[in-house]
């Protein structure tokens, strides 16, 4: 059973930095992407920033920049390093793991999501 635990929420002022965390647990194939995704009060989940197990990254336009997503595969561990806040950063940032196992074939996993408040 894959599990993800997210770590590394908070608030800070505008222009400060926050560094999340995402350890993954009990995922079964060597192919897969991680990354972060955010949810902002009355809008959509949308993309931040992925790593795939090859280390191609993706990010979000509105964070390109000052956000970089990385990841340690001797601990099963994303990290997204965000510089530069703003307050429409303001959001809960979701962990998601997409276990790929062949093409079309893959599973989505989330983690329970962290609180991220950036202040004016």
């Known amino acids: 059973q894959v599990q993800l635990v997210e770590s590394g929420g908070g608030l800070v002022q505008a222009g400060g930095s926050l560094r999340l965390s995402c350890a993954a647990s009990?995922?079964?194939?060597?192919?897969?992407?991680i990354g972060w995704y955010r949810q902002a009060p009355g809008k959509q989940r949308e993309l931040v920033a992925t790593i795939s197990s090859g280390g191609s990254t993706n990010y979000a336009d509105s964070v390109k920049g000052r956000f970089t997503i990385s990841r340690d595969n001797t601990k099963n561990t994303v990290y997204l390093q965000m510089n530069s806040l703003k307050p429409e950063d303001t959001a809960v940032y979701y962990c998601?793991?997409?276990?790929?196992?062949?093409?079309?074939?893959?599973?989505?996993?989330w983690g329970q999501g962290t609180q991220v408040t950036v202040s004016s």
């Open positions: 998601n793991l997409k276990e790929v196992y062949s093409i079309g074939d893959y599973v989505n996993y």
């Open positions: 009990g995922s079964t194939s060597s192919l897969n992407t």
